[in-house]
């Protein structure tokens, strides 16, 4: 058989009755009688949108979306099943009449117009399998363009002007002297250059040194011990790296193409972040309920080119298009997905709470939420000099939606398969996280007082002055 790299069907995209001769469900993939190993995402439940269209419909509405979206996937849908049922009944045509040729040529008979006529069912057929190809890769693309419904709960609205302000952590920071943002603060310490980044590479690749590179590594530590030996998550390394199908099954691809850093020769992306190669982890896999919740936490650098962000925060470290992050991520059982995902929010406080930190928690609400989640919330660090609040982590629960895209499932105690809930959420993003330590710990000789907490990682109490 020839093994098809690109396409991936779980068992929910087709299931009406297969056909003899056609196709049948084999160990969870779809085999074809063309020969071809056929691999394909679902994204969002087929059945959930032939049953129940408007459902979606609202879903797309609340994100601010083209409903014509879901009418495209159901006008594919049924012309492919209409070409396939046309199919099937040439193709049984054609067995039942090539059954006969035989005994009719015993009978004496002339079977050439009978061949003749077969022979053009043979192209017929030929012509539809084509059409279907280009039918199902048509509705492949179309089921990719659908985002998650959001989950309904949250509140509606365009965009971040409608989030709820869920609770506020800390104390705010106050000064008896003026403020610097962590740009000026950063250049007395002497832990960036800027210029040199540039010239290595473009803006948005800046240079940690001396004292400023050792904080990055010693917050990496802090938060990794944190999740592994408190929180119960068990640590991976992950390539940084990955394969188009990881792209996908995550959601980023196709959406968020442009902003994607792409190694076109090997077909390799730049992950943007760890959720994409720790999430595939699973990929084609299944768990055993017992061993639900899998929790795992990963540091990686991020790679995202921030397609049209120019001239958006790109002062200092605010927005980078390289940075470091620590990223936990969840498999969990959908009765427990939304208990979880609270678990995850306070897993990530808690990074931010160890250090002292004022931030605040927000409920994403429709238009804000990232394409692939149901449900998200942002933890938002205050920072003095900049006047703002600075996202660090959301944390989001994707439901099953990720799990169809990447096969992901799990099985119940009863022996059945379902797909698991994922969630992922930053534990926590270094850049904004080291603006905020040394814009709300910063003193008045231009120091900068550490947490406690990262003292022991760090090796001293403060960053000093340098000129």
């Known amino acids: 058989y020839h093994i098809h790299p690109v396409f991936h069907f779980p068992p929910t995209l087709f299931d009406e009755e297969p056909a003899v001769g056609r196709r049948f469900a084999f160990g969870g993939e779809l085999w074809l009688n063309r020969g071809c190993f056929i691999r394909e995402a679902t994204m969002l439940d087929i059945k959930r949108i032939r049953e129940r269209p408007d459902e979606v419909r609202e879903g797309l509405k609340r994100r601010w979306m083209d409903t014509a979206l879901v009418d495209n996937v159901l006008e594919l849908d049924a012309k492919r099943r209409a070409l396939v049922t046309e199919t099937d009944a040439l193709k049984a045509k054609r067995n039942e009449v090539s059954k006969s040729i035989g005994a009719r040529v015993k009978a004496g008979e002339d079977v050439e117009a009978v061949k003749a006529e077969m022979r053009a069912v043979g192209d017929a057929i030929a012509a539809k399998d084509v059409e279907i190809r280009a039918t199902e890769e048509a509705f492949r693309e179309a089921m990719l363009r659908i985002p998650n419904v959001p989950n309904k709960d949250i509140a509606t609205g365009p965009d971040s002007s409608a989030n709820r302000d869920v609770r506020h952590v800390g104390t705010m920071p106050t000064f008896d002297f003026q403020p610097l943002d962590h740009i000026a603060l950063g250049e007395k310490l002497g832990i960036f250059d800027f210029p040199r980044g540039v010239k290595l590479t473009g803006t948005g690749f800046p240079i940690l040194l001396g004292p400023g590179a ?225 814009e709300q710990c910063q003193q008045a000789d231009g120091s900068v007082l550490l947490p406690e907490a990262i003292r022991p990682y760090f090796g001293a109490d403060r960053l000093t002055p340098v000129r």
Not at 281 to 288: A, G, K, P, T
Not at 356 to 384: M, N, Q, T
């Open 214 to 438: 050792r904080l990055q590594r010693a917050l990496i530590q802090y938060m990794l011990d944190l999740h592994t030996r408190f929180q119960g998550y068990t640590e991976m390394l992950p390539p940084f790296v990955v394969n188009t199908a990881s792209m996908i099954g995550t959601g980023q691809l196709p959406k968020m193409k442009d902003d994607m850093y792409h190694c076109e020769v090997d077909d390799f992306w730049l992950i943007p972040t760890a959720e994409v190669p720790v999430t595939n982890y699973y990929r084609d896999d299944v768990l055993e309920a017992a061993q639900l919740p899998v929790k795992l936490t990963a540091y990686t650098p991020c790679f995202r080119r921030e397609a049209g962000s120019a001239g958006k925060d790109t002062r200092g470290i605010l927005r980078v298009h390289q940075f470091d992050k620590v990223e936990m991520v969840k498999f969990v059982d959908p009765a427990t997905s939304y208990d979880e995902l609270e678990k995850l929010v306070q897993d990530a406080e808690d990074v931010l709470t160890g250090l002292g930190l004022h931030f605040r928690v927000l409920e994403l609400c429709s238009g804000d939420i990232s394409f692939s989640a149901a449900k998200c919330y942002d933890l938002e660090l205050w920072a003095p000099g900049q006047q703002a609040w600075l996202e660090v982590s959301s944390c989001s629960n994707f439901e099953s939606f990720q799990a169809r895209r990447a096969n992901i499932r799990y099985r119940k105690a009863d022996g059945k398969l379902d797909f698991v809930h994922t969630l992922n959420g930053s534990g926590v993003a270094l850049p904004r996280l080291m603006i905020a330590i040394l």
